[in-house]
């Protein structure tokens, strides 16, 4: 059975990008969000295995919506993208419950290899 997904990114290129390699090796993206703020709505309507989250976007940040989910659902697998040069943020997203993060721009193995350690 497919691992169902749920990726977050204000930019809808990152979010296709990110689809397609999720999609070409047997996972379902089951949702998408352009910030935080939806992220965490759409988390709790389809309750999705994974959740990819970037750090920055509008309304509410990667962070905040980590710390939202997170303090909703205490089981949550969340893995953050960031550009380079965030390394302050990307620390503070595992202090709050990210399992794992993956730098901008995406490598395709990494981002698979970043999934299979946090849902097989």
Do not use: H, W
């Amino acid at each position: 059975m497919a691992k169902n997904v749920l990726i977050v990114d204000d930019a809808a290129f990152m979010r296709m990008m990110i689809k397609d390699i999720l999609s070409k090796n047997g996972y379902s993206v089951v949702a998408e969000a352009e910030n935080g703020k939806i992220a965490v709505d759409k988390y709790n309507e389809v309750k999705p295995d994974l959740v990819l989250m970037d750090i920055t976007m509008p309304e509410m940040d990667g962070i905040q919506a980590l710390k939202a989910i997170k303090g909703n659902d205490a089981n949550a697998s969340i893995i953050m993208c960031s550009a380079m040069g965030q390394q302050a943020m990307v620390i503070e997203a595992i202090q709050s419950g990210a399992k794992d993060f993956i730098v901008k721009p995406f490598q395709a193995e990494r981002v698979l290899e970043a999934v299979k350690k946090v849902i097989g």
